[in-house]
Each structure stands twice: as C-alpha cells, then as structure tokens.
C-alpha cells in the first residue's frame, strides 16, 4: 500500500481518505491515535510475540472503563489498517481482526458473563505492577509444554484456527500469572484456586471471554 518516496504516515492519510476504508474525516485523527498508542505500547512490551503484544494492547484498552465498546471497535480497525495495508505484517493477516472486534461488543444485562461478573466475591484484584514484567525460573520451558498439550487437545477437536490461537493466547497469559504472581505452576493448582485465579486474569470487559465459544 505504501508508495515509495511517501512516508507510512502520508500512505495512513490517504488510506483513511479512501472512500473504501468508509472512515470520515472526523474519526481520522483517533486512528492515528491509536496507531500511535498501540506503536507505545509495543516498544514497552517485553512479549517477544507482535501478536500476543497486540491483544495486549487491546485486553489492555477494554479493561479502560471510560472507553465505549465503539470506541474499542475502532482501535482495533485503525491497527488493522496500520499493519495490513501500510507495514504488511506477516503476523497481521493471520491476526484473528474479526474476533477481537467481536470481544469489545456489549452483552445484556441478564446474559449469562454479566451475571457471573457480578456475582459478589471475597477476591481482592490485583492491579499490574513490576513484578509482571519479571519471568518466573523455566518460565519459557513451562509455557512451552503447557502450550503443546493444549494445542494437540484443540486440534484433535478441530477446533477452529482463530480459537485455537484464542485459547493459546489465554493460557499463556493464565500460566504466567500463576508463575509470576503466585510462584507456582499452574499444574500445582487445585481446582478451587485454578477457578479463582481465572476470575482475577479476566478483563474487566465482558464479551473476551465468551470469543473462543463462537468461534468453535
């Protein structure tokens, strides 16, 4: 998409121009913002992964209470435009774009996530801090095995390929929280704290949850 002799920005400019792209004049200025944060985002990220460092961003987004669904909507778009059609990523045409839109949608009051949400618990949040940035001893070999299992499990159930990365992309998370903020494996776990745990790593968005669900 981009020309030579223009820079990505000005090739951006003329792509959100495009009558195609159906992106008016007044919304252009918060897709290049939030190219730009999502950019920021990314150089601080310590995830090796562009992709699993892009769903962060947009976990990281959504957990935003003052940011509307429309709003979360966008930002997705303006990235996808970005990497796509101005950096041509590799990553960014396998990028499950469609699901992580589909995550941001609101549900109703009495739909089954709201409830479970809401539901009172004598948990405490834990808000990020340094320690998160901290890999936890045979961190990389844990995730790794964990991972492989999974896969086999979700293949051999022929799932789809945007779920399996869904769920990969969960577990990864979940085992690093285990490691990191409660110094153990998650195979250590017992049931009753593997189920507390996954209320704490849940974005406080509904709709993320319930993604891998309509995909399979």
Excluded at 185 to 203: F, G, I, M, N, T
Aim: charged letters at 30%; hydrophobic letters at 35%.
């Amino acid at each position: 998409m981009n020309t030579s002799g223009s820079s990505p920005e000005d090739a951006y400019f003329r792509l959100l121009a495009d009558p195609k792209a159906r992106v008016s004049e007044k919304a252009r200025p918060y897709y290049f913002r939030r190219v730009e944060q999502w950019q920021q985002f990314c150089l601080e990220s310590e995830n090796p992964s562009p992709a699993e460092a892009t769903l962060d961003f947009f976990h990281r987004l959504s957990a935003d209470s003052e940011l509307e669904d429309w709003q979360i909507r966008q930002a997705v778009r303006a990235v996808e435009l970005w990497t796509r059609q101005i950096e041509n990523r590799v990553w960014a045409a396998d990028f499950d774009w469609n699901g992580t839109i589909d995550q941001a949608r609101s549900l109703e009051q009495d739909h089954r996530t709201v409830l479970r949400d809401n539901l009172p618990s004598p948990l405490r949040s834990y808000p990020p801090g340094p320690a998160d940035r901290i890999s936890a001893p045979h961190e990389t070999e844990i995730i790794a095995e964990l991972v492989a299992e999974c896969t086999n499990i979700i293949r051999r159930q022929r799932k789809a390929v945007a779920t399996e990365k869904t769920y990969v992309g969960w577990l990864k998370r979940y085992i690093r929280f285990c490691l990191r903020r409660l110094g153990r494996s998650p195979l250590d776990l017992p049931l009753e704290k593997h189920r507390a745990v996954s209320r704490l790593c849940r974005p406080r968005t509904p709709g993320f949850g319930e993604h891998a669900k309509s995909n399979s």
